[in-house]
């Protein structure tokens, strides 16, 4: 069974960090991109980075650049996403999501973790 589990989400200040992990399991993580995206209330869902399988490749949203920081463990079958000097624009669910890097179009979503930016 397909599982992306994120956590790590919560309640911060603006200026603050948190870091989200997305742990895999039910397939072959190594052979996958994998990418965060962000959803805001009463806004689409926007990419804010991703990694290549091979970690070898990074890209951020112009929005995130400086500020978050993509990496993966491919032992530990995880991506993080490391967000510091968080701010009020920044909230919102977060989620991952794993795109196959071969000829397939297998493609697997997390449930979200919430992020919450205030004072």
């Known amino acids: 069974q397909v599982q992306l589990v994120e956590s790590g989400g919560g309640l911060v200040q603006p200026g603050g960090s948190l870091r989200l992990s997305c742990a895999a399991s039910?397939?072959?993580?190594?052979?996958?991109?994998m990418k965060w995206y962000r959803q805001a209330p009463g806004k689409e869902r926007e990419l804010v980075a991703g990694?290549?399988?091979?970690?070898?490749?990074?890209n951020y949203a112009e929005s995130v650049k400086g500020r978050f920081s993509i990496s993966r463990d491919n032992r530990r079958k995880t991506v993080y996403l490391q967000m510091n000097s968080l701010k009020v624009e920044d909230p919102a669910v977060y989620y991952c999501k794993a795109e196959a890097a071969g000829a397939n179009n297998n493609e697997y979503w997390g449930q979200g973790t919430q992020v919450t930016v205030s004072s």
């Open positions: 039910g397939f072959t993580f190594h052979y996958y991109h």
């Open positions: 990694v290549t399988s091979d970690g070898g490749r990074k």
